[in-house]
């Protein structure tokens, strides 16, 4: 894999305990929590939040105001549009029903997954615990609200998965009846299930 040297900008606030690898680039304002690792790569753009331990891939891109919050794991590839927000509370409060104020022995954080090449639009939500799944699309301003399959586009609130998309990103066209192709790399696709679609072999 190519790298080469990155930057981090005087104005972001990157933990010492954090693992930054050389070649990725934090811009201006981000912050990088304690026992965050950032892959070969990774773009971190301004203002974008990256909480305790949160785990990114190679080659990860993480767009201005995004907040990420622990335990999520991205693996390589992802894209995070800006103001995205991964949450991390099932049962979020302020105070127990007490009335005390909840401190980190009250509650459990949950995270959210995002697989190989997932892209996430901008001002999305998604809310934890969930998976989104390989190449899967999420449209801009959608609240994802439970786990979506590979290759999937899913849009709205909660968001529903509309079509499909392939490895370029780009929503598929049906040829036959369960069989999709990629308009721009002429890639086949199988839909096998409702909703699961694996990529076919090349002839």
């Known amino acids: 894999m190519t790298s080469s040297r990155g930057t981090v900008h005087a104005t972001a606030e990157v933990s010492p305990a954090a693992n930054v690898a050389e070649s990725a680039n934090v811009w201006h304002y981000a912050q990088i929590r304690e026992n965050a690792q950032l892959g070969e790569n990774c773009i971190i753009g ?22 990420l919050y622990e335990p999520a ?4 590839g992802v894209f995070i549009g800006p103001a995205v927000v991964l949450t991390n509370d099932q049962f979020p409060r302020a105070i127990n029903a007490d009335g005390s104020l909840k401190s980190a022995s009250d509650w459990k954080p949950v995270g959210v997954t995002i697989r190989r090449g997932a892209s996430i639009g ?37 968001a529903r998965r509309v079509g ?39 002839q």
Not at 46 to 67: F, M, P, S, T
Not at 73 to 76: S, V
Request: include cysteine.
């Open 122 to 158: 901008a001002r999305s939500v998604c809310i934890a615990p969930i998976t989104i799944g390989r190449w899967a699309l999420v449209g801009a301003g959608a609240v994802v609200v439970k786990d979506v399959p590979d290759f999937a586009l899913v849009v709205g609130n909660p």
């Open 73 to 76: 794991h991205l693996e390589d």
């Open 46 to 67: 301004r203002g974008a939040y990256i909480g305790e331990g949160v785990h990114l891939g190679d080659n990860c891109k993480v767009q201005n105001y995004a907040l």
């Open 164 to 202: 499909w998309v392939g490895v370029a990103g780009h929503p598929l066209t049906e040829e036959s009846a369960g069989i999709w192709v990629c308009p721009v790399t002429s890639t086949r696709y199988q839909q096998i299930e409702p909703d699961r679609l694996v990529e076919m072999e090349a």
